[in-house]
T-cell receptor
Framework: DQQVKQNSPSLSVQEGRISILNCDYT??????FLWYKKYPAEGPTFLIS?????DKNEDGRFTVFLNKSAKHLSLHIVPSQPGDSAVYFC????????????FGKGTHLIIQP | SAVISQKPSRDICQRGTSLTIQCQVD?????MFWYRQQPGQSLTLIAT?????????ESGFVIDKFPISRPNLTFSTLTVSNMSPEDSSIYLC??????????FGPGTRLLVL
């Protein structure tokens, strides 16, 4: 059973608009959430994270929102740029960093010019 | 973050053989992890490798199939033993730099014929 779910395999957004990527989780023990970006033939690149004690974290064009009661988080990218086209993975952890990460299957974001 | 390299970057192997993948980090880290990404799938944690202790394997992964070494704080190896076509995957190492964020190497693309 998948503990971290990204239900949209792909998402197409026009350049300059907002991209919203969604992620749901089932394990109540998760207390730290991360988003990674992955280009083909490269390893995942860390983008932004959020602790379960917060509901929002912002870093430049990237904002992550966490709704603990709904076990849902989202990544907002504003404005979207062509270089944002990549696969985005949602990941979660528990255990204060001693455990590995549980990943979703990823969402392929395509930014249309 | 850290600069992480992996060798080889890719390989094509015959079934029944073994391949050792190296992961080198440019700074000393306590926690290193090994993941696998099968085609079209998410990243799955294989094991956690901490220097000075035996690797801890996730459910479904065993030491005889995936032996791991962690001789010092900047280096680790993962061996994929007695390979079959089902082992064709991208193998990634990651490090935890403090906090709960992990940083990934570029991955090793393995094809088993």
């Amino acid at each position: 059973d998948q503990q971290v779910k990204q239900n949209s395999p792909s998402l197409s957004v026009q350049e300059g608009r907002i991209s919203i990527l969604n992620c749901d989780y089932t394990n109540s023990m998760f207390d730290y959430f991360l988003w990674y970006k992955k280009y083909p033939a490269e390893g995942p690149t860390f983008l932004i994270s959020i602790s379960s004690i917060k509901d929002k974290n912002e870093d430049g064009r990237f904002t992550v929102f966490l709704n603990k009661s709904a076990k849902h988080l989202s990544l907002h990218i504003v404005p979207s740029q062509p270089g944002d086209s990549a696969v985005y993975f949602c990941a979660a952890s528990s255990g204060g960093g001693a455990d590995g990460l549980t990943f979703g299957k990823g969402t392929h974001l395509i930014i249309q010019p | 973050s850290a600069v992480i390299s992996q060798k080889p970057s890719r390989d094509i192997c015959q079934r029944g053989t073994s391949l050792t993948i190296q992961c080198q980090v440019d700074s000393q880290v306590t926690m290193m992890f090994w993941y696998r990404q099968q085609p079209g799938q998410s990243l799955t944690l294989i094991a956690t490798a901490n220097q000075g202790s035996e690797a801890t394997y996730e459910s479904g992964f065993v030491i005889d199939k995936f032996p791991i070494s962690r001789p010092n704080l900047t280096f680790s190896t993962l061996t994929v033993s007695n390979m079959s076509p089902e082992d064709s995957s991208i193998y990634l190492c990651s490090v935890e730099m403090g906090g709960e964020t992990q940083y990934f190497g570029p991955g090793t693309r393995l094809l088993v014929l």
